[in-house]
């Protein structure tokens, strides 16, 4: 629920993100009309609930004046193409994961190895310290994306339209759609999967017709987008945790005023702390939403998934000369 306030108190805009919690714009005028597009294809999911309630919150508290339409299914464009579009200025708003480090920054791509991070901690470490502070500045020069904001994404599983996969032999063989990723491509080829890129609007009908065998996402994507439909059983794999970034156009972004960007800021800020505040509950409540789909829901004991990270073992050896030097070994080495 959102509150205009009176004439004498909008000083303060007062932006509700949860039910009796509060959260306030600064207190500035917007100098500008503003309209903007923001493309994303993670319908459903907490991150886009969380975007629609920043635009909504801008709407509500500057009468109007910060106009953004969220598109959620990406009606602009897959997340690759965006990053062109928004070089170029058709869009000026967006959420990407780490489709956004192998297309810009490939030398950073050890950040999207499975198995790499051992808990949120650890993630939250790696990215709010050097690494992640160098890793927004290099997208920002290249490619003129300036990341804003951020929250954890849920664990990616993997799910299959039959066969039950307890261990790294289970995947043997099987056609399992992947992001266009390298070390995750690579990862699953040592797991003994059969990777094929794909994109993700055509996976369903992959899915469906037997082109594909297998696909692995989050909880909230597969029950989000159907995927439930033509698949029979989840695997928690857990094999990547990454995050989310709200990224702006950097042409856009520097266009506004300071005080337009103060409150798009703020309001960005309130709306990713609200995510991260739901991304871990909601996750846990989506495998009761699965198990009630249909959906064979396989937990691994901790041996079990130790069997798919000690398959992987040499991995980095794998990509000795096109990750940054010594990453891998401080990634590994902060502390959560």
């Not at 489709?99 to 999207?112: T, W």
């Not at 009630?292 to 000369?321: N, W, Y």
């Amino acid at each position: 629920m959102f509150t205009k306030l009176s004439a004498t108190t909008r000083s303060c805009v007062a932006i509700v993100l949860m039910t009796g919690s509060m959260a306030f714009l600064p207190a500035v005028a917007v100098a500008q009309s503003v309209t903007a597009n923001l493309n994303h294809e993670m319908t459903g999911t907490v991150i886009d609930e969380a975007t629609q309630r920043m635009a909504e919150a801008l709407t509500s508290s500057t009468d109007g004046a910060i106009d953004i339409t969220v598109h959620s299914r990406g009606e602009m464009g897959s997340e690759r193409d965006m990053f062109d579009l928004m070089q170029a200025g058709a869009i000026e708003m967006g959420v990407t994961g780490s489709v956004i480090v192998s297309s810009v920054a490939p030398e950073y791509g050890v950040l999207d190895a499975p198995y790499l991070f051992r808990s949120p901690r650890h993630l939250a470490a790696v990215m709010d310290g050097p690494i992640g502070e160098e890793l927004i500045q290099t997208i920002l020069d290249r490619k003129g994306i300036r990341l804003i904001a951020r929250m954890d994404r849920a664990p990616r599983h993997v799910t299959t339209g039959g066969p039950e996969v307890r261990n790294p032999e289970d995947l043997k063989g099987l056609k399992i759609r992947m992001r266009e990723i390298p070390v995750q491509i690579e990862a699953f080829r040592m797991l003994g999967a059969s990777p094929v890129p794909m994109a993700f609007g055509e996976v369903y009908t992959a899915l469906q017709t037997g082109v594909l065998d297998a696909q692995e996402n989050p909880l909230d994507i597969i029950m989000g987008t159907s995927l439930y439909e033509v698949q029979e059983t989840v695997t928690l794999t857990g094999h990547v945790r990454e995050v989310q970034w709200l990224i702006v156009s950097e042409t856009w972004w520097s266009s506004l005023s300071d005080e337009t960007r103060e409150m798009i800021q703020s309001a960005a800020d309130e709306a990713m702390s609200w995510g991260q505040d739901q991304v871990y509950s909601a996750d846990a409540a989506l495998m009761e939403e699965a198990r009630e789909a249909g959906l064979t829901v396989i937990e691994l004991t901790p041996e079990e998934r130790a069997a798919f990270s000690d398959k992987l073992a040499e991995l980095p050896k794998a990509f000795a000369g096109r990750w940054k030097d010594g990453l891998y070994e401080a990634i590994v080495e902060t502390a959560e």
